[in-house]
């Protein structure tokens, strides 16, 4: 890890500028909780707190504002157009973002820290390769991702292992976002919106069930279904599709529908897709699965330590996972009914 000093003979600025580089150097090749810990020190050696010495750009932004005022007095006193007094705002305003943005430079590389540290502590990494080619694999399993007639991409992907008392298996965990392209209007009135949405699931090798889906959110808005289980509430909350009747009850047991009727009312709008090659999406519009938000930043280092020292367990990616080994422990065919 780079060590960083601040004795050096340069400005204040221009150190903290320095430093902030460092850490993101360090953040990129962090390997575990210590090596969060020891860029923690560093900036503590340093000093807290990490903020520039805004003295300058908001003097600049100050002047501009000044000389926007005193040019729309002096039009306005003439009786012309005083719209010219708008020229020197955007150095107003560019003075002014800049100098508060690059004060919060070192809140998101403490963020960063925090969800890199999450990652450690739950023991995912970050799959970042080839997501276009995913996104479009994806689609051609799965109609989860058929989603958005504009645009469609997978933003991040984490993979991980759970073992369970019956089972294991790897899973990954995404964030996948659509756009929809909407037109109203007629004619010259025509307008174009682009709305925009986010799901997020997990792709497990699942192989007690193929060629079925289990749909409470589906893509399009007329509902149908080729299986109706015994429970009405089951019915009301999900659509089934396979390819017989019998496929579809041969894998909705009892205890299957009670797991699927109570995972509903943690996740919303909840969807399982399997493939013909056995591979189980779930998805769902929950968005925290993998997200802890912090106490402490790098400005508060002692108790920011002890943030990250502690093991941050992801509840929610818990329950999901712990659901998936349900249903495979009951699709078993070694699975016997007490």
């Known amino acids: 890890m780079t060590k960083f000093s601040s004795d050096f003979p340069v400005s204040r600025n221009r150190q903290l500028k320095a430093l902030l580089r460092s850490l993101e150097e360090d953040l990129h090749n962090a390997r575990n909780t210590e090596d969060l810990v020891a860029m923690v020190e560093k900036a503590k050696a340093f000093g ?52 508060f943005l690059r004060n919060t430079k070192s809140h998101r590389i403490s963020a960063d820290m925090f969800k890199r540290d999450i990652l450690f502590d739950n023991q995912l990494v970050a799959l970042s390769q080839d997501l276009a080619q995913q996104t479009r694999s994806l689609a051609e399993t799965f109609q989860e991702f058929r989603r958005g007639d504009h645009a469609r991409e997978i933003k991040e992907m984490f993979q991980g292992n759970f073992s369970g008392t019956e089972h294991s298996f790897t899973y990954t965990y995404y964030h996948f976002h659509y756009v929809d392209k909407r037109q109203s209007g007629i004619g010259s009135k025509r307008t174009t919106t682009y709305e925009h949405y986010d ?132 699709s078993d065919s070694n699975f016997q009914t007490p």
């Open 48 to 99: 807290t707190p990490l903020k520039f010495n805004n003295r300058i750009p908001y003097q600049m932004a100050a002047i501009f504002l000044t000389l926007a005022g005193a040019v729309f007095f002096f039009l306005h006193s003439l009786d012309l157009n005083p719209v010219w007094a708008l020229l020197p705002l955007p150095g107003a305003v560019f003075f002014g973002l800049w100098g």
């Open 199 to 330: 799901r997020y699931g997990l792709l497990v090798q699942f192989n007690f069930a193929r060629n079925l889906s289990i749909q409470s959110f589906q893509r399009s808005r007329k509902r149908t279904s080729t299986f109706r289980a015994a429970s009405n509430y089951f019915n009301k909350l999900y659509s089934v599709k396979a390819e017989s009747e019998m496929d579809a009850a041969k894998f909705l047991k009892p205890k299957i529908v009670v797991a699927l009727e109570d995972i509903h009312q943690h996740f919303h709008r909840p969807n399982f897709e399997f493939s013909s090659s056995g591979e189980l999406c779930m998805s769902f519009q929950n968005s925290g699965l993998i997200q802890i938000q912090p106490t402490h930043d790098l400005n508060a280092p002692d108790p920011f330590i002890e943030e990250l020292r502690h093991f941050n367990e992801l509840t929610d990616l818990k329950i999901a996972l712990e659901h998936i080994h349900t249903l495979m422990k009951y």
